[in-house]
């Protein structure tokens, strides 16, 4: 048996030692500048307890670009303004395709596998917005993310989200078939818009797995009470990012971390330890599907030796 209460400090700081020697290692995303010009050896570690301690290794104070973490985001907050009807629009299955593909949108009519590849992460872009202009939309996630962290000193990247939609023609090319199929209720410019900016929503480790914590916490805010999801919406968005939280490489991952789990192109992770933490990791290289190599190692590493791993063992 694991020890029942691991010392987590001294862990992830043997963790942050263990890797620094292939600090680095891995393929840094280059799609855009701003993430291109990153520097690889950047690594950053964070674990917040439901006690409220945090315990940290490496770069955690530094905010790096959260990408795709972003999307467990707004689908929660899609999920609360629209409920179940959410899953009308967007399926729940892993799609074992990269996640900006477009060949299986043809083959299931424009409606996305799943909210976490970038079909489905648009959809959910395009709920959050009805009703409101972009603008709107974008500081209503914005928001939501600071007071996830319960921190106001949150942004976006304006250099990476006008780079994203610089370089943004395949998810232009996604959006305006869905549109094509009558599943974007919004201008394709404005769903883009808002999808970018949440994309390009900078955070540290430390903030990352404070806003988190609620997924840790049955859906509750252990530090502040604020109740933020329902407990079974929390097990569900778990459950999620499980099954799809690393694109082509969800079921690795499951394989060998063994917790819920959301990544970045920009080498951060979110990884949820029901009950026990929420984590965040941060390494720039990313291993052939996209996911940061190191930051996956890290989480293997910390789920195995803490006992953490939702499978046991
Ligand atoms: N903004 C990126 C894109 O849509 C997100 C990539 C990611 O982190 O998966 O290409």
Redesign the pocket.
Known sequence: MPPAEPDLQALVARIHDELAPRFGAGKV?D?IPPLAHVDPRKFAIAVVTPEGETFAAGDADEPFS????S?VFTLTLALGRLGDRVWDRVGREPSGDP??SIVQLEHEQGRPRNPFI?AG?ITVADMVLAGHTPREAIGEILRFVRFLADDEDIAIDQAVARA?HE??D??FALAHFMHGFGRLTNPVAHVLGV??HH??IAMTARQLARAGLFLAAGGRDPLTGARVVAPARARRLNALMLTCGH?DGSGEFAFKVGLPGK????GGILAVAPGRAAIAVWSPGLNAV?NSLLGSEALELLAARAGWSIFGG
């Open positions: 995303a799609y959260i990408q795709s973490v999307k996640f900006n970038n992460a994203e370089t943004g395949r998810n999808y970018f994309c390009a694109y990544s970045g192109v920009g996209g």
